[in-house]
């Protein structure tokens, strides 16, 4: 074995050669996000800076939920606070209040860039006469219209925070609008076979993605995941499905595709969708690796 002397230093040139070695380099912000997809974005945007901390982890839904000790530290901690808004998890606005006073709260869903639809909206072209749930659509980020708009404002937001890694968040914003811009492409393509068709889906939560991919929803059975299917709405769905050839139905991770089949038949295939990513690796990958499972599954049970 090798052993190599070095010579000792003296002490006062050590110091100044120490900072030249070392430099400092500014902390990035604390940053707390709700559901998986909005971190994967934000994620993206800081890079290898920092990762967001994310409250509702797997099967936990952001409508209602009570928040553990680990998560109301984390809330007290932020400095930043990413969410849907309100209309998607009404019981966090409350904690934001309470837990976080001092830290910047970013609500998506009140965003002037944030394109908005009306829960319900391909309903009213059909059903004129129905009793449906209106208010902003929450699903904001199954719009990657929106997420594109969105990882622009989130690196302006760490650029106020984290002004000497500014150049970094909006290079890293740059590079994630390509990704989103490639990924459109590519559900188009994948979804492609499927405009036209007709689908039903098990809530109201599909209407960016269908939008965007021109999809066709002749109906859905339960207005949220928060509501059971009212006998107005069951009656509702049973005329469509009277007078309209359905290709596909969709229901959601936790829930019972019993309800969906039943009332369907057995002439109506169903298949799952998991709009959330419930059941996929949180990270930065979260986002599109959710969006293309969507398509897939579409895109597989209209050709079983």
């Known amino acids: 074995m090798l052993y190599y002397y070095r010579k000792p230093m003296r002490s006062h040139l050590l110091a100044p050669l120490a900072l030249l070695a070392t430099p400092a380099f500014a902390e990035p912000p604390r940053v707390v996000t709700d559901i998986a ?3 994967s974005l934000v994620a993206q945007v800081m890079g290898d800076l920092g990762a967001p901390a994310l409250l509702l982890k797997g099967g936990e839904t952001p409508h209602q939920m009570q928040l553990r000790p680990s998560q109301a530290r984390e809330l007290a901690n ?3 606070i990413v969410w849907i808004g309100s209309g998607l998890s009404p019981w966090l606005a409350e904690a934001i209040e309470s837990l976080a006073g001092g830290a910047e709260s970013l609500a998506l869903l009140e965003q002037p860039t944030t394109h ?9 072209h059909d059903h004129e006469e129905g009793h449906h749930h209106h208010g902003p659509d929450p699903h904001v980020w199954l719009s990657v219209e929106n997420a594109a708009r969105w990882v622009t404002l989130f690196a302006d937001k760490l650029a106020d925070l984290d002004p000497e890694n500014a150049a970094i968040y909006r290079a890293n914003a740059a590079q994630a609008q390509a990704g989103l811009s490639a990924l459109q492409t590519e559900l188009r393509a994948t979804l492609a076979p499927a405009q036209g068709a007709e689908i039903i889906t098990f809530h109201d939560s599909l209407g960016y993605f269908a939008d965007e991919n021109h999809l066709h929803i002749a109906a859905t059975l339960r207005e949220s995941d928060a509501s059971s299917p009212s006998a107005a709405r069951v009656a509702e769905m049973q ?3 009277a007078h309209t050839p359905i290709a596909c139905a969709f229901t959601e991770p936790g829930f019972d595709p019993a309800l969906l089949q039943n009332l369907l038949g057995d002439g109506v295939r169903v298949s799952e969708l998991d709009p959330i990513g419930a059941r996929i690796n949180p990270g930065p990958q979260h986002y599109p690796n959710t969006l293309r499972a969507m398509a897939r599954s579409i895109a597989e049970c209209l050709q079983r």
Request: no cysteine; proline share 6%.
């Open 37 to 39: 997809p909005v971190q």
């Open 239 to 241: 005329a469509t499905l």
């Open 116 to 124: 908005r639809r009306e829960m319900g909206a391909h309903e009213e």
């Open 78 to 80: 932020a400095e930043l």
